[in-house]
Antibody, heavy 116, light 113 residues
């Protein structure tokens, strides 16, 4: 079945960087655009970034430009999100989602906690 | 950016009664070339990721009970739970996927009265 599994979260100090991964299975990963969405504790959903099926086009919310980098490796069926200069406001569960073009499949999420 | 606003923020409904959630976008999400509304509804339970319920404003995702229905067009949309069950206690979000940045409503918490 279609599955997305995020990893790479944890406790990280302010100012540091982190790379999140999302392993896809159960579908032809290279056929679908993909997205990252995050959710701060007790808050709503915030769309962060998207990448086209072949990685040639990338889209970011304005507040993510410059610090967030979305990428993918279709040979490994994996989506990535590189986040730099982390602050406490980046503390959230980070989800990867598939584009159909609606978000039909979500991973369980990976929790990133920014704390000294 | 398209601003998406839900109402109410929370809702308490008796078991078996109807629950209605509204979603309004700051501009139309009806795409003229395909006559589709780029609006989806999600259900999220504590500790779980969002689950897609409705897309194209009114198409139910496979496996979603038929007590869930979506309606509306342009800028005004509604999610209706026709007969609330205990399993429906959750937060519900609408989202526009008409343009980037994709934006979500703030969420509506549905509880049992």
């Amino acid at each position: 079945q279609v599955q997305l599994v995020e990893s790479g979260g944890g406790v990280v100090q302010p100012g540091r960087s982190l790379r999140l991964s999302c392993a896809a299975s159960g579908f032809t990963f290279s056929n679908f655009p993909m997205h990252w969405v995050r959710q701060a504790p007790g808050k709503g959903l915030e769309w962060l970034a998207a990448i086209s099926y072949d990685g040639s086009d990338k889209y970011y919310r304005d507040s993510a430009k410059g610090r967030f980098t979305i990428s993918r490796d279709n040979s490994r069926n994996t989506l990535y999100l590189q986040v730099s200069s982390l602050t406490a406001e980046d503390t959230a569960v980070y989800y990867c989602t598939r584009d159909r073009p609606f978000h039909d499949c979500w991973g369980q999420g990976t929790l990133v906690t920014v704390s000294s | 950016d398209i601003v998406v606003t839900q109402s109410p923020d929370s809702l308490a409904v008796s078991l078996g009664e109807r629950a209605t959630i509204n979603c309004k976008s700051s501009q139309s999400v009806l795409y003229s070339s395909d006559n589709r509304n780029y609006l989806a509804w999600f259900q999220q339970k504590p500790g779980q990721p969002p689950k897609l319920l409705i897309y194209w404003a009114s198409t139910r995702e496979s496996g979603v009970p038929d007590r869930f229905s979506g309606s509306g067009s342009g800028t005004d949309f509604t999610l209706t739970i026709s007969s609330l069950q205990a399993a429906d206690v959750a937060v519900y979000f609408c989202q526009q996927y008409y343009s980037t940045p994709r934006t979500f409503g703030q969420g509506t918490k549905v509880e049992i009265k």
